[in-house]
């Protein structure tokens, strides 16, 4: 698991009535290096003990002199709360990091169309890949679809209307309110309406096209079933879903383990061997156990306790953060995992 750090705030810019971005200093001797689209894992102290979370950043590296998060406030959310309410410049938190595979790489020689889907705070990570793309790929065009309740919840308005004067003909921006003004009718996204929606984007693009998706996971599922259905390669296709967990195995398969189930864990050249209780994920056992591997969210969206399964089977809960062909590559999360089968056998790589 990754050394914390604190980071200062340095500033807190509100973006709407209930989420703002905070900006922090980089580290003076360790600093931190990130990839667009990527997000920073935080340990907070709710008063009711230390919780793990993970928000995205929406700087982007090579163009922002801070590294910043984008925080929308969540009912009931302690840590959301804490961070949009309570957080003032001059304050420290304590982060793992910069930590993600939902990454934007540019292309500077070859020209593409990128499509980025978003629905609410799922903006923070494509507000970032989306100022990459414009600097760093002068050849390259890029479409935002942005579903939200209201105009009044659209997070970014005043700078995305910017980028768009900054970077004339490059930058085409579709707002979807699915509850807007009294005298305009609700645009609600539909399953008919996102395969329309995309395939309209394809067949306007001359270059081949690579799509974004970041927002609420049924939003997310609406996206990748119209983007099947018009066939669109699952390699230009990256998602990152913005949920909780829920109790339920990614495979369909709702069984859950009532026995206590051996799991052989290979880290670091070593091998560690423990039970994995009928309430325990496979995470909390090996930490129970003396045992640490790497985590940091505990909910299955950031993907630091990935391993690979050599043996046996793993249930999740449903609303991990693995996409399709890592799973199809053996890939499990111990922190949403539980054993399927009596012995379990992974590997941290």
């Known amino acids: ?3 914390l750090q604190n980071l200062k705030v340095v500033a807190i810019e509100p973006e709407t009535d209930d989420a703002v971005t905070i900006h922090f200093k980089q580290p003076l001797l360790r600093k931190i290096s990130y990839s667009a689209g990527q997000y920073l894992s935080f340990e907070v102290d709710t008063g009711d003990g230390r919780v793990c ?3 995205s950043l929406s700087s982007t590296p090579g ?5 910043s998060i984008t925080v929308k406030r969540v009912q009931g959310g302690k840590v959301s709360t804490q961070f949009v309410h309570a957080l003032s410049a001059g304050d420290s938190v304590k982060t793992f990091g910069a930590q993600g595979s939902f990454v934007h790489t540019p292309s500077p020689r070859q020209p593409r169309h990128l499509v980025l889907f978003a629905g609410g705070s799922g903006i923070s990570p494509l507000f970032s890949i989306l100022k990459s793309a414009l600097h760093f790929e002068p050849g390259s065009y890029v479409s935002l679809v942005y579903c ?5 919840s659209v997070i970014f308005r005043d700078k995305l209307t910017k980028l768009q004067t900054q970077f004339p003909g490059r930058l085409a921006i579709r707002h979807i309110f699915s509850q807007p003004q009294p005298d305009q009718p609700a645009n609600r996204l539909t399953h008919q309406g996102a395969t329309e929606l995309f395939s309209s984007l394809q067949r306007q693009s001359e270059q081949p096209v ?3 998706l970041c927002g609420p996971s049924g939003l997310m599922e609406q996206a990748l079933e119209a ?3 018009l066939q669109v390669p699952e390699p230009s296709v990256h998602c990152e879903r913005f949920v909780t967990a829920r109790q339920k195995t990614g495979s369909g398969n709702t069984d859950v383990p009532n026995t206590p189930k051996k799991v052989s864990l290979q880290m670091n050249g070593q091998e560690f061997s423990f039970q994995v209780l009928p309430e325990q994920t496979i995470l909390e056992a090996a930490l129970a156990n003396g045992v640490e591997p790497p985590f940091s969210c505990r909910s299955g969206f950031c993907t630091a306790c990935v391993c690979k399964k050599l043996a046996g089977e793993v249930a999740m809960e449903e609303g991990h953060g693995l996409s399709k062909s890592e ?4 890939q499990a999360l111990m922190c949403v995992g539980r054993p399927l089968t009596d012995e379990v056998r992974l590997q941290i790589e």
């Open 53 to 55: 979370r993970a928000y």
């Open 63 to 67: 163009i922002d002199k801070h590294l």
């Open 327 to 330: 799973l199809q590559m053996g």
């Open 227 to 229: 983007l099947t259905e």
């Open 1 to 3: 698991m990754k050394k």
């Open 210 to 212: 690579e799509y974004y």
């Open 148 to 152: 939200n309740r209201t105009p009044e």
